[in-house]
């Protein structure tokens, strides 16, 4: 199962870096050939690697957790970046399919803004599993009733 998680998050990370190199080639299309090309690479690389890539890493993560007990502080944190790459990719996903609707209109961002949103937000992820920082210090932070399960006494 870490195996499947740890070749699917590589495959996401790999497609939230590629993905807004790809569609920077969106801006030097000339006809509607190389328009049509760019559409059908972009839209093959999101729908049939990245969502797929994204689906089997949260999937297996999430049978992960349940399987090795691990119920941390850190992971709670690593949980919000991945939700953060969640939105980046949705994010993609609109601009791609913007650029389908109005192909002489729809600029679509600069790549940088991508990679500038999904890089520290991998990294970070990254760096969360490989040192499991001890988090407990924000557990205060944290208000009692979320901390015990419903029904359950405090």
Known sequence: MKFIHFVGLACWCAALIALPL???AHGGMRDQ????????????SYIAFAT??????????????????????WLL???????AMVLVHVWLGHLIQRSGEQPGRARPAHPLVGLAL?????GV???LVLTKPDLSALTALI????????GAAP
Do not use: C, N
């Open 77 to 83: 944190a690593k949980l919000a970046f991945v939700a």
């Open 118 to 122: 999904a890089l520290p937000l991998i």
């Open 52 to 73: 797929p890539a994204a689906l089997i890493a949260i999937a297996a993560g999430t049978a992960l957790v349940f399987l090795a007990r691990v119920f941390e502080p």
């Open 143 to 150: 208000p009692d009733q979320f901390l015990v399960p419903r």
């Open 22 to 24: 790809l569609m920077h």
């Open 125 to 127: 992820v990254l760096a």
């Open 33 to 44: 050939r190389q328009f049509a090309r760019f559409r059908l690479v972009t839209d093959v």
